[in-house]
Nanobody, 130 residues
Framework: VQLVESGGGLVQPGGSLRLSCATS????????IGWFRRAPGKEREGVSC????????YYANSVAGRFSISRDNSKNTVYLQMNSLKPEDTAVYYC????????????????????????WGQGTQVTVSS
């Protein structure tokens, strides 16, 4: 099982980035994918989750309305579109996979609790600064 994040970088406040999570070694249809981030000096926090079973998503309050998660199972890739970026979005962003979450909508905030996730990528740095 492998997850590889890409697409991070330096962006000005108000700008956009799209992160990618390329997966291999497992059937993406059977897994929920979550995005998490860790800012300097802070705990890792959940950002968003997407599940295939019911096609639903969930977002942390801090990113709702600005970030959008999507998946392309034909490419084994999950995306995180980040718009209206703020300096407080600066962090290392990670994607993770689990079979234990079957509905992002029904599980709500539980779907972005890192303890549910079994496989992790190495992370990609996002820096929002002028």
């Amino acid at each position: 099982v492998q997850l590889v994040e890409s697409g991070g970088g330096l962006v000005q406040p108000g700008g956009s980035l799209r992160l990618s999570c390329a997966t291999s070694g497992f059937n993406l249809d059977e897994y929920a994918i979550g995005w998490f981030r860790r800012a300097p000096g802070k705990e890792r926090e959940g950002v968003s989750c997407i599940t295939t079973n019911d096609g639903t998503t969930y977002y942390a309050n801090s990113v709702a309305g600005r970030f959008s998660i999507s998946r392309d199972n034909s490419k084994n890739t999950v995306y995180l579109q980040m718009n209206s970026l703020k300096p407080e979005d600066t962090a290392v962003y990670y994607c993770a996979a689990t079979k234990r979450i079957t509905s992002a909508r029904h599980m709500g905030v539980l779907s972005i609790i890192d303890g549910w996730y079994d496989y992790w990528g190495q992370g990609t740095q996002v820096t929002v600064s002028s």
